[in-house]
């Protein structure tokens, strides 16, 4: 007869066929505990890291909105200053960004890009270190500080994918997943555009729908633009707006479009002929004396700034929303002197993004084609405009009309964006073969002369 127990646990005078199927069950919930703990380790990576994320987005936020005040302050008693200040500025973030922090320069989706090819590991981690992410803000404001005309969303895709870098040291094998979800989650916790975050990580870092990643990456969106709601609260970028385009006045999408996309791939050329470097005596003389070359930019940007009264610095965010709903019309100097300002803050070798400056030139030119045709509802152009140009910059389309859409709330006016998405598109791509981004990635990896995998330029 068989000696009950207390202990239920406790098997020693069980039948020997008893104690074997309990051993077998131990070890199958042992195995199945220790095949889940990768599993929900990665997750719980994810999660933390998107918190990191969503709190440096706000922080960058709130800087990049100091650091213009500030410039406000400095160039108040005479606008003439910004042609001291903004060379000056120039200079030293060009040094800065060479010398003590390097590869924190221009928008930081490049380096994103690259890492996430990059087979040396080395590389990898001097692309995405924690050093290069504090440089890349710290400079970063120093630029806005002295009137660049960048914006702050590319800065916080990098310092994202720095955040997720330092959590995937547990997990070297997700460190590609870590870096597509930390740069997402940078996107969408900059603009509290959650949906354009899974969109640009999938259409712009990925290139490609990665299945195994995706539901990561989602976590770690969520976990950045919670931290960022609960900090800031929910907001609209740009405001709401129901402005919508009649179907008489549809022929208006693909003349704003096809402009656009024109002008944004040739933004997209110049940065890149410049990336690359200039032929001949100019270029050497570039590549011999960058400081200088930032100082000559600075003081270009500032003469832009003082032709446009001020509009032309900082990231254009006033400005656009400005003329978005028709607060302010747009002069028809403002789109080429924040195009050239733009272009000017890109070559010179300081950290800005491109996102706010390229949205505040799209709308430039929506509002320009407006004063044109004053029947036209301005809303609508300016939203067209904003997408074209955009589109034409980033050759990454449903990136563009996914992020104009959720920064306005305007669901009206999808139809008619996506068509000046692909229109505008198809005309960069006749100006700019290669996409900007993806160019620049791999021009860092010939440089570096590491082993990579192929980058696709192309969408």
């Given at each position: 007869m068989v000696e009950m127990r207390d202990d239920v646990g406790d098997t020693r005078d069980a039948p020997p066929p008893q104690r074997s199927r309990y051993r077998r069950s131990i070890m199958r919930l042992r195995s199945a505990s220790m095949e889940a703990f990768p599993l929900w380790r990665g997750r719980l990576l994810f999660l933390v890291g998107g918190i990191g994320v969503g709190l440096a987005a706000v922080l960058m936020a709130k800087g990049a909105d100091l650091a213009q005040d500030g410039f406000r302050r400095l160039t108040a008693p005479s606008p003439l200053i910004a042609l001291v200040l903004t060379p000056a500025g120039f200079a030293l973030?060009?040094?800065?960004?060479?010398?003590?922090?390097?590869?924190?320069?221009?928008?930081?989706?490049?380096?994103?890009?690259?890492?996430?090819?990059?087979?040396?590991?080395?590389?990898?981690?001097?692309?995405?270190?924690?050093?290069?992410?504090?440089?890349?803000?710290?400079?970063?404001?120093?630029?806005?500080?002295?009137?660049?005309?960048?914006?702050?969303?590319?800065?916080?895709?990098?310092?994202?994918?720095?955040?997720?870098?330092?959590?995937?040291?547990?997990?070297?094998?997700?460190?590609?997943?870590?870096?597509?979800?930390?740069?997402?989650?940078?996107?969408?916790?900059?603009?509290?555009?959650?949906?354009?975050?899974?969109?640009?990580?999938?259409?712009?870092?990925?290139?490609?729908?990665?299945?195994?990643?995706?539901?990561?990456?989602?976590?770690?969106?969520?976990?950045?633009?919670?931290?960022?709601?609960?900090?800031?609260?929910?907001?609209?970028?740009?405001?709401?707006?129901?402005?919508?385009?009649?179907?008489?006045?549809?022929?208006?999408?693909?003349?704003?479009?096809?402009?656009?996309?024109?002008?944004?791939?040739?933004?997209?050329?110049?940065?890149?002929?410049?990336?690359?470097?200039?032929?001949?005596?100019?270029?050497?003389?570039?590549?011999?004396?960058?400081?200088v070359f930032a100082a000559v930019c600075g003081l270009c940007v500032a003469l832009c700034g003082l032709a446009s009264g001020g509009a032309a610095y900082g990231t254009g965010y006033e400005e656009a929303r400005a003329i978005l709903h028709g607060d302010a019309a747009a002069g028809w100097t403002y789109a080429p002197l924040k195009f050239g300002a733009t272009v000017l803050s890109s070559i010179s070798g300081i950290p800005g993004g491109l996102f706010a400056p390229s949205l505040a030139v799209g709308a430039g030119l929506g509002g320009t084609v407006h004063g044109l045709l004053p029947d036209m509802p301005v809303g609508a152009v300016v939203l067209i405009g904003m997408v074209a140009y955009l589109t034409g910059v980033l050759q990454a389309p449903i990136t563009s009309f996914v992020i104009v859409t959720e920064m306005t709330q305007n669901h009206a006016m999808v139809i008619p964006l996506m068509v000046a998405a692909l229109l505008a598109d198809a005309a960069s791509k006749a100006v700019c073969r290669g996409g900007l981004y993806h160019t620049l990635a791999e021009i860092m990896l010939e440089r570096a002369d590491v082993p990579a995998q192929p980058v696709a330029k192309t969408g």
């Open positions: 973030a060009a040094l800065l960004a060479r010398t003590v922090f390097p590869n924190s320069q221009g928008s930081g989706i490049p380096q994103v890009i690259a890492a996430r090819h990059a087979r040396d590991a080395r590389f990898r981690f001097s692309l995405i270190s924690p050093r290069v992410a504090v440089g890349k803000v710290l400079v970063l404001f120093l630029g806005l500080l002295c009137g660049a005309s960048a914006g702050r969303e590319g800065p916080t895709v990098q310092v994202g994918a720095a955040i997720m870098a330092a959590f995937g040291r547990l997990t070297p094998e997700r460190l590609p997943g870590l870096l597509l979800a930390g740069g997402a989650a940078g996107v969408a916790a900059a603009f509290n555009t959650p949906l354009a975050g899974i969109v640009f990580g999938i259409e712009e870092l990925g290139r490609a729908y990665e299945a195994r990643s995706s539901g990561l990456i989602v976590a770690g969106i969520v976990a950045a633009g919670l931290t960022s709601l609960g900090l800031l609260g929910n907001y609209t970028y740009f405001g709401t707006t129901d402005a919508a385009l009649p179907l008489a006045a549809a022929w208006i999408v693909p003349l704003v479009a096809v402009v656009g996309g024109l002008a944004g791939g040739l933004f997209s050329r110049v940065v890149i002929l410049f990336a690359r470097g200039l032929p001949g005596a100019a270029g050497r003389l570039i590549r011999r004396r960058p400081v």
